[in-house]
């Protein structure tokens, strides 16, 4: 599995407390959980990494479990729509969230009438990350972040953007690059944001012409057009991507502040769903996650494993939050609140 640069790991020592928190769980309605099928929700259109995780790993969870898990698609407005979906289902078990990132932790910095919070969720696990990348039309004649860069400078505000959501992860990364390219090189990297809702149909986009440079999470569906419909500029990651030990870092290409963007896969509960529940979900994923062929089908998608338990998950996503909520404070780009 991948080895994040701040140590954080999948280990068999994590799977067997897991395991044993289940099994420690007292006797009462979450002793016999689950009874029915669980519904798993993923906030972006079917086809993207993010959907293919979800499916992978659920397709090996609901035999553990012995109950059906139900992927549902609910994308719209980042991740919004579905992350309200799931803090507003019954908090039993039978609903949860999985997301790229922690977009609908701060999401209600950014859509009016949008409140909720972490604190509107449970940790459960995180099981993947995924690193962004810089890539751009091939008809744009570019081929490095640098060139990128030059050809905004020159070409202001005729740039198409786009990210997959408003909002989303991929959106407060390209308003990140955007303080960076200015604070390191003095320019305006002044372009046209293009929201799309989800990673399939960004790529349709820009294969499409009608956007020429996006930031994405790495996938092979991204990998697969590079060098034909679209070249891959830079990973925002610490490290180059092992599948495309040719593609730069953003901090090789000049833009260091970049390299620590890496999106981890997370999966998460209503608030209130009850502690014994929780860790049931947890070792049973753990579990998913040490089967070998649960792992060659992430990989052969360059769906770098990660495994974090439910506090681990829980520390992180604090700390990832409180970095985005800074950048959207300092871009200007949080709502009125009324």
């Known amino acids: 599995m991948y080895q994040y640069p701040r140590?954080?790991?999948?280990?068999?020592?994590?799977?067997?407390?897991?395991?044993?928190?289940?099994?420690?769980?007292?006797?009462?309605?979450?002793?016999?959980?689950?009874?029915?099928?669980?519904?798993?929700?993923?906030?972006?259109?079917?086809?993207g990494s993010l959907d293919a995780t979800a499916r992978i790993i659920g397709d090996k969870a609901d035999d553990i479990l012995g109950q059906q898990i139900i992927i549902i698609n609910r994308p719209g407005a980042?991740?919004?729509?579905?992350?309200?979906?799931?803090?507003?289902?019954?908090?039993?078990?039978?609903?949860?969230?999985?997301?790229?990132?922690?977009?609908?932790?701060?999401?209600?910095?950014?859509?009016?009438?949008?409140?909720?919070?972490?604190?509107?969720?449970?940790?459960?696990?995180?099981?993947a990350v995924n690193p962004s990348v810089i890539v751009s039309s091939a008809s744009l004649g570019v081929d490095s972040l640098e060139g990128l860069v030059d050809y905004v400078a020159k070409?202001?505000?005729?740039?198409?953007?786009?990210?997959?959501?408003?909002?989303?992860?991929?959106?407060l990364q390209l308003e990140?690059?955007?303080?960076?390219?200015?604070?390191?090189?003095?320019?305006?990297?002044?372009?046209?944001?293009?929201?799309?809702n989800g990673l399939a149909p960004a790529v349709v986009g820009l294969v499409g012409k009608e956007v020429q440079a996006c930031t994405l999470p790495y996938t092979a569906m991204v990998k697969e057009r590079n060098g034909t419909d679209?070249?891959?500029?830079?990973?925002?990651?610490?490290?180059?991507?092992?599948?495309?030990?040719?593609?730069?870092?953003?901090?090789?290409?000049?833009?260091?502040?970049?390299?620590?963007?890496?999106?981890?896969?997370?999966?998460?509960?209503?608030?209130?769903?009850?502690?014994?529940v929780i860790a049931k979900l947890e070792a049973a994923i753990q579990q998913a996650m040490e089967d070998p062929a649960v792992l060659e089908k992430l990989h052969a998608l360059d769906i770098q494993t990660v495994f974090m338990g439910s506090k681990e998950t829980g520390d992180w996503l604090k700390e990832d939050v409180a970095k985005y909520e800074k950048l959207i404070k300092g871009a200007g780009l949080a709502v009125e609140k009324k």
């Not at 395991?19 to 079917?46: H, T």
């Not at 799931?86 to 409140?115: C, E, F, Q, R």
């Not at 599948?243 to 999966?267: L, Y």
Request: hydrophobic fraction near 40%; charged fraction near 15%; charge should be negative.
């Open 7 to 47: 140590g954080r790991r999948w280990t068999a020592g994590a799977l067997f407390a897991g395991l044993m928190a289940a099994f420690a769980m007292p006797a009462g309605a979450a002793s016999d959980y689950p009874q029915k099928p669980i519904s798993l929700v993923v906030p972006f259109a079917a086809g």
């Open 155 to 171: 070409h202001p505000g005729k740039v198409s953007f786009c990210s997959t959501g408003v909002g989303g992860l991929n959106h």
């Open 78 to 127: 980042g991740s919004s729509v579905g992350a309200r979906s799931v803090a507003s289902a019954d908090p039993d078990g039978y609903t949860m969230l999985i997301a790229s990132g922690s977009a609908y932790g701060y999401m209600h910095m950014l859509i009016p009438g949008y409140d909720l919070t972490l604190a509107d969720f449970e940790p459960i696990a995180v099981v």
């Open 176 to 196: 990140m690059f955007k303080e960076v390219v200015k604070a390191d090189t003095g320019k305006d990297f002044a372009v046209e944001h293009i929201p799309y």
């Open 230 to 276: 679209l070249n891959i500029l830079a990973v925002q990651s610490p490290s180059r991507i092992q599948s495309m030990p040719d593609v730069p870092t953003t901090g090789e290409a000049g833009f260091k502040e970049m390299d620590s963007n890496d999106a981890f896969v997370n999966i998460t509960a209503p608030k209130g769903t009850p502690p014994e």
